[in-house]
């Protein structure tokens, strides 16, 4: 009887048992694609993966979809638990933008998959290789409806097309491929996974890869695209995807993501509990069972060897290059991803900026450390000082602009791809690197300023360095010659009375002056001939050196007419003369502006001091006293053919016989001798330093107070032209 209890008790339990199991059983709707795409059997394959670490708890019910539209609408009316879907819908979708009225929080990534290629082709019998040809073409764009932006319209607004430019098309991708063929279409753009089916399968033995051509998106335009959307991804097209593309095309693309149904876990409409930590552990198998995704998905005919799953780009897509979420990531693929590190920087991330910073810090303690020597080398050679203003733009305009562009611009994305586009920028424009940041912009353009600063300054250099080389080169040998310090415009006028045949003629004379001169149009005056010009600083001793001032006969130092105190850079030239000069010291005149400085500049070590001022205004009142007294002075201060001139007879130049002789017995003899076509008055004599001018009896302190003609005494005439008194009295 106990047994026949036992057996019945067995008997009832074993369907409340099997009820108990199927209650356990968790079904989970899986929305995908089509199943000629590729959604469809990555589907199948994430239920294999998923059913397999979690038998008999929970099934993955694959639903088949026209794709990602009618995915995220599923997930909006709860009809679907996870999905397939497009990161740009997805997007769109809790943002409420396009195709979307109202925002949702309902999807919550959980993994990005891999990249959709937004491939721009173009008819190979239209011509078209860029991407501006295709402006007023027929373009498939994508599919209806045809009132709502996609993909392609907002790369081409970006790119500054226009309403009319775009003759917008909407059909299916198969309806394309025979318009395409058909010559209706010029272009069609189309997003998907490479190599796409439609282009590289055979139809009627014809192939539509071999009839059109990939049009590329340059650098530019796809910084733009991913500052004004961050869904997108910068990416390209390897070569020989496709039959006949020998180089890889560079492109952007969408990221096809894997979302779930925000709070699916705890819907009451499952039969079953989802097991805790559900999307963690998908989110593990996704990338660890890659391989069972690809070749255990049991789709005939479909070939997903090409997909390529990996943890590190998990998050391409899903999160913009500052770690921050572009769509709402689930929170346990989030822990997911925190504990891979791949939600936060760590030190690897770091590493080059602290190691430019460190390198521009110790850069900075050695400048400081040597500032009196780099100030001292940059100040002797502008060289050197052209180069560390170089080296200063080019580092402090790569490390900012990769601090402003770095998360949003691939070009800056790194300190070296910086380091690329600013030389890139700097010798031929920014091409496709140009800036996308307000703050970038900004800085590009005070480097555009400096760097024409710079490069003038450089060109500036050549040009002087170019004109150097062809300007008249003073002769190595040259001696004895006069060289004027500084140019105004009576330096023209002390020139002509030089090189007057009572002058100095065959003189060479050296013009030191830091202002600019005409070398070649002076040669045209003839009386500039065998003038030589040194366009440098007079009070510079390389300058000085370069003028062979120590082998000069004499140095005229005119006023500096630009100079606030003409006088004092007078003062500072004689010094630097006389600095120079140490060994054999020519005889130096200058030029005085305020008379009162005259006992100054010669304290500082000039011979003579002129103050044509002061000698003017004593001409005017002298004439005033003495009618026609200018014309005198004008005669004996100008050389003329006609005229008298007054003469300085060196010692070798006059006979033995007025050594010892008085003054007045000396003009005796000259008046005894007189030539007629030379005649020679005696005016004075030139002692040491001392000039005494018609010396009169009694103030001598020789014997009978008269002066006497001395052994080193020149005398000081007036006469036609300069006086050979030996020949006039015969002595040889």
Known sequence: ???????????????????????????????????????????????????????????????????????????????????????DTAYYFSHGEMMFSLPSSKALAIASLYTEYIQILATRKSGIEHLDQLKGRRIRTGSPPEDISNSATLIFSLDGWEAADLTDVRCKFSEAREMLLANELDGAVVTAGIPTPLLTETIDGISLQDQVTLIPINEGLANRVIRAFPYFVYTEIPAHTYRGQAESVPTVGVRAILVARKGFEDSK????????????????????????????????????????????????????????????????????????????????????????????????????????????????????????????????????????????????????????????????????????????????????????????????????????????????????????????????????????????????????????????????????????????????????????????????????????????????????????????????????????????????????????TEIGVGILAHCAVNKQLSVVYKDLLTYTFEGNEIYIIPRQSYPDAFVGKTFGECAQMLYAQRDDKNPVILLGIRRQDQVIMNPRKGTGTIEGGEYRIEEDDALIAMAFSAPNLKASFNVT
């Open 1 to 87: 009887m106990v047994r026949v209890a036992f057996v019945a008790l067995i008997v009832l339990c074993k369907p409340l048992a099997g009820a108990t199991s199927d209650d356990e059983t968790v079904t989970l709707r899986l929305a995908t694609g089509s199943k000629t795409g590729v959604y469809y059997p990555i589907g199948h394959g994430l239920k294999t993966v998923i059913e397999e670490a979690y038998p008999g708890t929970v099934r993955i019910e694959v639903v088949g979809t026209t794709g990602t539209l009618e995915n995220l609408r599923l997930i909006d009316h709860e009809q679907v638990d996870l999905a397939l879907v497009q990161n």
């Open 269 to 612: 409409i499952h039969r079953g509990k989802v097991p805790p930590d559900f999307i963690r552990t998908l989110t593990h198998l996704i990338f660890e069972k890659a391989d069972v995704i690809r070749e255990r998905h049991g789709v005939e005919g479909t070939d997903l060897s090409q997909l390529h799953l990996s943890a590190e780009e998990g998050l391409n897509g899903i999160v913009n290059q500052k770690r921050r979420a572009i769509i709402e990531l689930h929170p346990q693929a989030k822990d997911y991803f925190s504990a891979k590190g791949l939600l936060k920087k760590d030190l690897v991330d770091y590493l080059p900026a602290i190691l430019w910073g460190l390198a521009c810090i110790v850069a900075l303690f050695y400048v400081w450390k040597y500032r009196s020597v780099i100030r001292r080398v940059t100040q002797r050679h502008v060289h050197v000082r052209l180069a560390i203003i170089f080296v200063c733009l080019y580092v402090i305009g790569t490390l900012v602009m990769y601090f402003f562009e770095r998360y949003q611009n691939r070009s800056f994305e790194s300190v070296p791809e910086s380091f690329w586009s600013i030389t890139v920028y700097l010798f031929s424009g920014f091409e496709d690197r140009y800036p996308v940041t307000w703050a970038g912009r900004a800085i590009s353009v005070l480097i555009f300023v400096l760097s024409v600063f710079f490069f003038g300054a450089v060109a500036g250099r050549f040009a002087a360095a170019f004109l150097k080389r062809e300007e008249i080169k003073m002769p190595k040998d040259v001696k004895d010659h006069i060289v004027i310090c500084n140019w105004n415009e009576r330096g023209r006028r002390v020139i002509a009375e030089l090189r007057h045949p009572e002058g100095k003629p065959d003189a060479d004379i050296v013009i030191i002056d830091n202002k600019v001169l005409d070398e070649k149009a002076l040669l045209r005056v003839p009386e500039f001939s065998r003038v030589y010009c040194i366009n440098e600083d007079p009070i510079r001793h390389g300058t000085l050196k370069h003028a062979k001032v120590t082998l000069a006969d004499t140095i005229i130092v005119l006023a500096d007419s630009e100079s606030p105190d003409p006088d004092a850079k007078s003062a500072m030239i004689i010094l630097a003369l006389l600095s120079e000069c140490k060994r054999r010291r020519p005889h130096i005149i200058t030029e005085v502006v305020n008379s009162d400085n005259s006992q100054h500049l010669k304290d500082a070590g000039a011979d003579e001091t002129i103050c044509t």
